[in-house]
């Protein structure tokens, strides 16, 4: 089995590094072995599977732009 940094899963999801990693601050996506602990930092080893996993869940995530222009929809939708 092959282990993959963080940067590289990121690279093989099309996603930048940091935005994976705000994914894995906040629990939108699962997040893989942790290989160790420093201070506040941690560094993961990521396997093929753990990667499938997060591509699967990535077109179900609902953030940023798309969701906060909906809002904005809905509301202007109702005060019609």
């Known amino acids: 089995m092959k282990g993959f940094s963080t940067r590289q899963a ?8 940091a935005t994976l990693a705000r994914y894995l ?6 997040a893989p072995t942790t290989v ?6 941690r560094v ?5 599977t753990d990667i499938e996993k ?3 869940i990535l077109p179900k995530l609902v953030n940023g732009r ?3 222009y909906k809002k904005k929809a809905s509301k202007a939708a109702k005060k019609k």
Do not use: D, F, I, Q
């Open 44 to 48: 993961y080893a990521w396997s093929e």
């Open 10 to 17: 990121a690279k093989r999801l099309g996603l930048h590094h």
């Open 36 to 41: 160790v602990h420093l201070g506040h930092t």
């Open 54 to 56: 997060v591509r699967k």
């Open 25 to 30: 601050e906040v629990k939108k996506v699962p």
């Open 66 to 68: 798309k969701t906060r």
